[in-house]
C-alpha cells in the first residue's frame, strides 16, 4: 500500500475515530465545555474519566457522524476556543496530577476569517508553548489524518503512537503538490515525499510506537490500545517531574538531527 493509499484510509468517512477510542477504553467519561473566554467548539471533545482506574484527562478532536454532526462540529477542524478549552483542560489535569490522553484526527485548523480574527495562530502557539512544559505526563495517539499546526497543537507529548493506517503532517499532499508542482494532481507523489505514514514517522523517531490495525475486530484494536497506554503512563508516572520536562524537550529537539 502506498502513501497516498495511506491519505485515504486516514480519511475513510467510516473510521473510527478518537470519540470512539474514548468511549472503548474510558470508564465513566464526562465531557466537559467550554473555553472560558468565548464559546464551546464541537470539533474539540475534552473531559476527565479513568483508563483502568486511573484518573486521566482525555481530549479528542471530533469530525463528527452524521452530515448534520460533522457540520456542527466543522468536520473536526477546530476554532481557537476549542485549542483553548483543551489547554484549559490540561491545566487543569496538571493541577490535579492527572496525565492527559490526546486523540488527534484532524485535516487540520479552521482558517476562516472568524477563526483567524479570534486568534486562531496565537491559540495554537500558546497550545504548543505551554504543553512543553506541562508539568504531567502527556501521550498523543494519530488515529486519522494528523494535519499541519491543527494536529501539533495536541502533539507535543511524551509519547506520540499512531495508528497503522494514520498519517501526520506539515500539510496535506494536495496542497504540497499545489505549491511545489503547481499541479494538485501530483498528491500521491507528494505523500510520497511528504513522509507521513506511521512507518516512516516510527523510522524517524517522531512516532514513538505504531498500534496495528490488523485485528479481526476495532474492539480489538481498542484493547490492544487501552493496554499500550496503561502501561506507558504506568512507567512515565514513576519519572520526576523535572526528568519528564526534560525528556520531552530532548525528544522534540532531536526530531530531525541528522
Same mark, same amino acid.
Not at 54 to 65: A, K
Not at 149 to 163: E, H, N, Q, R, T
Not at 194 to 203: F, I, P, S, V
Given at each position: ?37 468565548? @464559546? ?5 471533545? /475534552?473531559?476527565? +474519566?479513568? !483508563? ?6 482525555? *481530549?479528542? &478532536? ?77 501521550? @498523543? ?5 494528523? /494535519?499541519?499546526? +491543527?494536529? !501539533? ?6 509519547? *506520540?503512537? &499512531? ?96
Amino acid at each position: 500500500m502506498n502513501a497516498y493509499e495511506k491519505v485515504a484510509l486516514a480519511r475513510a468517512s467510516d473510521r473510527l475515530m478518537g470519540n470512539w477510542y474514548i468511549g472503548q477504553i474510558i470508564d465513566d467519561f464526562t465531557e466537559l465545555h467550554g473555553d472560558r473566554r468565548y @464559546s464551546d467548539d464541537g470539533a474539540i471533545v /475534552g473531559g476527565i +474519566g479513568f !483508563l483502568d482506574g486511573m484518573p486521566v484527562t482525555c *481530549i479528542t &478532536m471530533n469530525r463528527g457522524g452524521s452530515i448534520e454532526d460533522r457540520i456542527k462540529r466543522n468536520f473536526g477542524c477546530p476554532s481557537p476556543e476549542g485549542y483553548r478549552k483543551a489547554l484549559r483542560l490540561m491545566k487543569q489535569a496538571e493541577k490535579f496530577r492527572r496525565p492527559v490522553i490526546c486523540f488527534v484526527g484532524s485535516p487540520g485548523a479552521y482558517c476562516g476569517i472568524g477563526a483567524e480574527e479570534r486568534g486562531q495562530g496565537q491559540a495554537i502557539a500558546e497550545n504548543l508553548w505551554e504543553m512543553c512544559a506541562l508539568k504531567t505526563p502527556v501521550i @498523543s495517539v494519530v488515529v486519522g489524518e494528523g /494535519g499541519s499546526g +491543527g494536529a !501539533l497543537a495536541l502533539s507535543v507529548a511524551d509519547k *506520540i503512537l &499512531m495508528f497503522e493506517n494514520a498519517v501526520y503532517s506539515v500539510i496535506s499532499p494536495e496542497g504540497c503538490a499545489s505549491i511545489l508542482y503547481k499541479d494538485s494532481a501530483k498528491a500521491p507523489e507528494a505523500a510520497e515525499a511528504l513522509r507521513l505514514t506511521a512507518a516512516d514517522l516510527y523510522r524517524m523517531k517522531v512516532a514513538d510506537a505504531i498500534i496495528p490495525e490488523t485485528y479481526r475486530t476495532s474492539e480489538e484494536t481498542a484493547r490492544i490500545l487501552k493496554k499500550r497506554l496503561v502501561s506507558e503512563l504506568t512507567a512515565l508516572k514513576k519519572v520526576s517531574v523535572p526528568r519528564l520536562l526534560a525528556s520531552r524537550y530532548e525528544k522534540f529537539r532531536a526530531i530531525g538531527a541528522m
